[in-house]
């Protein structure tokens, strides 16, 4: 459901780094219960989110504003990735925390050799350890961040007691987009329904961009389903229509996330349904999962992670992420437990579909 038509819009990059670390007391049964959501558990539930739910991020002072593409672009390069959070619910197995910073650089190089132009990130973690990947993300690329906040969120709490639970906890997760166009107006966050945990919030980023002239505005989402099976998704799934609807303009659009679904779904026909294209629908690029991002893995089978597409022309699809890189000491370290997509919009080339 929408938090509503007052509710203040998202702040950029306003998460601090001096996130305090897990706090014991609050008992292993609250950590597990934002995880198990967090890693996509299937347990069947979902519960409706409350009205008074407050918004991920309090309001940006200005617009987020950056310099017009010159010249005139021949393409549009969009990337995503599920990042793996490095949050851990065994600390005495934590691969994804202690390969963290390696994984992010690994990132960083195969990004900046396809020079994307947008960018979208699920599982984007501040911890008091790693800091911000999303400060780190935004300096190497050099692309403005816009994020919102997913977890932990407890409904009807203030943001500020929200904050102070973030803190507690150690941890704070959610979505982030990167972008080289200039962003038009403020960005907006929306809490998708149904919710499977207290902790666990499940949020969509949405922010317009100034395109290239063959364009025009873009409008931009990304979210991440996860939790409670196939029908607590698509109820998730359908709760993000009425809002893009009402916040998309009349230009193209682009719809990235992790639905934790595969194309045979009614997840992911929620979205096909209403006339979104799936670029990488005719590639055979699975992109989920492996069982740990050290050594030899077997290749992911299925596919989850998506890129939809309305009023844009047929993209070129490739992954990234999908090649492990051999340490100094002969060990094999992937980016993530997911492959990432690329694809390049020839938007000089062909018109729009």
Request: net charge neutral.
């Amino acid at each position: 459901m929408s938090m509503g038509a007052g509710h203040r819009p998202l702040a950029v990059a306003v998460w601090p780094r001096g996130v305090a670390m897990l706090k014991l007391r609050f008992g292993a049964l609250l950590v597990f219960a934002v995880l198990l959501a967090a890693c996509g558990a299937d347990d069947g539930g979902g519960r409706r989110l409350p009205t008074s739910v407050p918004s991920a991020l309090p309001s940006a002072s200005a617009p987020v504003t950056a310099a017009d593409p010159t010249p005139e672009p021949a393409e549009i390069r969009v990337a995503f990735l599920n990042l793996m959070s490095p949050v851990a619910l065994d600390a005495t197995q934590n691969i994804a925390g202690d390969t963290y910073e390696q994984r992010l650089t690994l990132i960083i190089e195969e990004l900046k050799a396809f020079r994307p132009d947008i960018v979208g990130f699920n599982e984007m973690t501040i911890t008091a350890k790693h800091g911000s990947a999303a400060e780190r993300l935004s300096k190497e690329l050099k692309l403005e961040p816009i994020m919102v906040r997913a977890n932990p969120w407890v409904p009807g709490k203030s943001k500020e007691q929200n904050d102070a639970l973030a803190d507690q906890f150690g941890f704070r997760e959610g979505e982030l987009i990167l972008t080289r166009f200039p962003v038009l107006g403020n960005a907006a966050p929306h809490w998708l329904d149904l919710r499977t945990s207290e902790l666990e919030g499940r949020a969509a980023l949405h922010v317009r961009l100034k395109g290239p002239k063959a364009t025009g505005d873009i409008d931009v989402y990304i979210t991440h389903l996860t939790g409670g099976g196939e029908r607590v998704r698509t109820a998730q799934a359908a709760s993000l229509l009425p809002w893009i609807e009402k916040t998309r303009g009349k230009g193209p659009m682009i719809l990235m996330g992790d639905l934790s679904d595969t194309p045979e779904t009614t997840t992911y026909k929620t979205f096909t349904g209403i006339g979104l294209r799936d670029v990488a629908a005719d590639a055979n690029l699975p992109t989920c999962c492996r069982d740990s991002v050290i050594g030899e893995q077997a290749a992911p089978t299925t596919r989850t992670d998506f890129l939809f597409a309305q009023g844009m022309p047929l993209a070129t699809v490739s992954q990234f992420g999908a090649k492990p890189k051999q340490l100094a000491d002969g060990t094999l370290l992937w980016a993530s437990d997911h492959n990432g997509i690329f694809a390049t919009f020839p938007i000089n080339q062909a018109a729009p579909q």
